[in-house]
């Protein structure tokens, strides 16, 4: 099962190509693989890039580390899976090299890659949870290579950041500072009468209060071994004791504590009908690659139903029937949101326009409907005539309201649609996704099957 870890290195990059290619750990000529850099050339190579580009203080290079679990795989079939690993993550845009070590009971790769694009035209800027993007790309590689990935990651981290397995799902145990900031929560609900109450209400909550020099408070979760600081650099935005005591104050509103969600997988796509493509006179190349592709989409599909703990088929009938009910429904509700909008802003129009030329009917009426009058006055009253019509028309007899009362209603509608194409975009995403993985999975049963009818006809 492979493990990952992304590294962003500060240090020489001689030094870490040295460390890669040593001997003693590697076989330099059939365990290294290289892109857009020669072996032996590669750090003169990714340093003239970043000089070029001026690119040469900070962050020098990244480093992936991929481990395997022992006995699973060949070092050179995992020197292939660590560079079809770093062409996946680089896009190929950057200069890396991969040296695979079978120096430890695991092997693994080592991956160093520029942090300056290949083109010149862009540094990598490491981003929040690349970690975890670069776990479920090398999950989803291993799959696709039938190798075995972490179930069950481990739950915890002893540092800042969570760990995959914790950041992995929503069902999985709350962190401590997640656990203290619903307590907080629950506390706050319960409207203390002071400071004091609340913390009396958070150790009735099972929370213990530690109370350090100068008087700083910490809370202690149940089973765990460090205190966390009652302030909100640690425990977040809205959780200090300043923020507690407004709130006690009847000063801010309670909050409520944030849910770690985990991000949505990439989009898996419906399967290749391969013979049907065959019958419509595809050659064997296209063949080939087709393959390659099912296989990448199986992989992504078992991924999706792993994590979304779809292990019945009929489970999966029914979420994927009530996603595409529920894409319709938001979908009917965005054109009846953007129906009302466009009538009252038409409206709104409407009536600006009408205020605008009633001045030049209200002259013509006085002018007795002077001809002269018209047609100085044509343009101006032939707008008059088409706002009133269109008022007219929108109204259907109802009373026209105040602008005031036009203005928050098309602001209300505005700030529905919004929310509800947010909805929408989730829910296409979400029915498109299990459509895919449900064609998917009824494309594999049908050939499971047909292969079992022929083996019964036999």
């Not at 040593?22 to 000529?29: A, G, I, L, Q, V």
């Not at 008059?384 to 509608?413: F, H, I, N, S, W």
Request: with cysteine; hydrophobic share 35%.
């Amino acid at each position: 099962m492979a493990v990952t870890k992304i590294l962003a290195r500060h240090a020489r990059l001689d030094l870490a190509i040295n460390y890669a290619v040593n001997p003693d750990k590697t076989d330099e000529e059939v365990l290294t693989a290289y892109l857009n850099c020669d072996k032996g050339h590669a750090c003169h190579q990714m340093l003239a890039t970043k000089e070029a580009k001026n690119n040469r203080d900070g962050v020098q290079y990244y480093h992936i580390i991929q481990s395997f679990k022992p006995g699973e795989i060949t070092p050179e079939e995992a020197n292939r899976i660590g560079y079809e690993t770093a062409m996946r993550w680089t896009k190929g845009k950057y200069a890396f090299f991969v040296a695979t070590h079978t120096d430890k009971a695991h092997i693994h790769n080592h991956i160093y890659y520029n942090s300056t694009a290949y083109d010149r035209s862009r540094k990598f800027r490491n981003f929040i949870g690349s970690s975890f993007a670069l776990r479920r790309l090398s999950d989803r590689v291993c799959l696709e290579h039938d190798l075995s990935v972490i179930v069950n990651p481990k739950l915890h981290s002893k540092g800042r950041y969570l760990h995959y397995g914790q950041w992995l799902g929503e069902n999985q145990k709350l962190s401590q500072k997640e656990q203290i900031r619903l307590a907080i929560d629950a506390a706050l609900t319960e409207r203390p009468k002071d400071f004091a109450d609340f913390l009396r209400r958070m150790e009735t909550a099972g929370i213990q209060v530690k109370r350090g020099h100068g008087g700083a408070i910490s809370f202690l979760v149940p089973g765990q071994q460090r205190a966390a600081r009652f302030r909100a650099s640690t425990l977040g935005d809205g959780y200090g004791p300043e923020d507690v005591q407004a709130v006690i104050d009847g000063k801010a509103p309670t909050r409520t504590a944030p849910v770690r969600r985990a991000p949505t997988p990439r989009r898996v796509n419906l399967l290749i009908d391969i013979q049907e493509r065959m019958r419509q006179g595809k050659g064997p190349a296209y063949e080939r690659w087709a393959k390659v592709y099912n296989l990448k989409q199986m992989a992504a599909a078992l991924q999706y139903l792993k994590e979304h703990q779809l292990f019945e088929y009929d489970d999966l009938a029914v979420k994927t029937d009530a996603a595409t009910e529920r894409f319709h429904t938001l979908a009917g509700d965005i054109q009846q949101t953007e129906a009302e909008l466009s009538r009252v802003s038409d409206l709104m129009a409407a009536v600006v326009q009408y205020a605008k030329t009633r001045p030049a009917f209200d002259g013509y009426k006085a002018a007795k409907y002077s001809r002269k009058y018209l047609a100085e006055h044509e343009a101006e009253l032939a707008d008059y005539r088409a706002a009133k019509a269109t008022m007219a028309e929108l109204l259907g007899g109802e009373k026209l309201p105040k602008m005031d009362v036009l203005k928050e209603k098309r602001r209300q509608l505005a700030a529905r649609k919004k929310a509800l194409y947010l909805e929408y975009r989730k829910a296409q995403q979400d029915m498109r996704e299990l459509v895919a993985v449900k064609g998917s999975v009824d494309h594999l049963r049908g050939l499971t099957d047909n292969q079992r009818n022929k083996e019964q006809a036999r």
